[in-house]
């Protein structure tokens, strides 16, 4: 057959459809769509939750060799550092003791002038146990995963503490585990209250410049904190419970030029190797709600409107 009767157009195995640059184009818009309607719809958390179920099987085998190199580890401990944490324990426990022989009296005489002076009772707060799973995979969040879900009755919005102080908050529910944001992620914000003077300000999570602190934003530059001053949740946001340890203020900068000081604060909690934690019912549901405004009185005869 001769050369020039040979058909020149490729087979149709390399074909091509639309061109990569269209394709892009549409997956691109298509993945904008998604993430918008995601965030405004929440089409998307049905779909989560029933993906968090069937994978949690996986995960519970994948943890396996994880507790067991823990296990280990805690088995193989050394005698000295043993001997160094029950010491630790014996001092603190009797500090407690010591503190814990007041309690009930200072109860008793709290409970004594709340009534006297008609004031409602103190809110009471629902906990249960939990543990830390694993780190979340997020590497610019500061967040870890319980083994609590909505089958246990966590609620999105729980505090979570373990026996330092106030830990984190659930931002994440799914059917058998919930994610939990440290108080040090960038974007968490609480309410706390300066235990020696009072005063009331919010603490933001500054995980990456300083290493896992909290910072005290828009304090006055004369503002009277002072280093190792203690801060504890003041209750008014109505999600933590008053009077939970925070943080310590770790380093107060005053600058001149600055109207605003700058105070840095080491949290109270083990933000790093939390193993069992508390979760906490949100204070909300026991506050009661804001009355209505009431409508004007209607104008006399004869008074002006």
Known sequence: MPLGTLDRSPPPFFKQGPSAVSKLMVCSALALFLMVADTRFRIAQPLRAAVGTVLYPLQWVAMRPILAVR?????????RSAQASEAQA??????????????????????????????????TTVAQPAEVLYDAADPYSRKVIIDRG???GIEAGSPVIDESGVLGQVTRVLPLISE?????????????????????????????AHGA?????????????????????SGVDGIYPPGLPV??????????????????????????GARHVMVLSATAAQIPARPADEPPAPARK????
């Open 71 to 79: 296990m280990a580890g805690g088995y193989f401990e050394s005698l």
């Open 90 to 123: 014996r001092s603190k426990l009797a500090q407690q003791a010591l503190r814990a022989s007041q309690v009930e009296q200072l109860t008793l005489e709290n409970d004594r002038l709340r009534k006297l002076l008609q004031l409602r009772d103190r809110l």
């Open 150 to 152: 909505l089958a246990q």
């Open 247 to 272: 943080a310590k203020v770790e380093k107060v900068e005053r600058k001149a030029e600055s109207g605003f000081a700058r105070i840095l604060c080491a949290p109270q909690a083990l933000v790093g």
């Open 180 to 208: 939990v944001t440290l108080v040090i992620d960038r974007e968490q914000a609480i309410p706390v209250m300066n235990v020696r003077t009072g005063a009331r300000s919010v603490a933001y999570g500054d995980p990456s």
């Open 213 to 233: 602190l909290l910072e005290l934003r828009f304090m006055a530059g004369n503002a009277d904190v002072q280093i190792g001053d203690l801060l504890t949740t």
């Open 302 to 305: 004869g008074q002006r409107k």
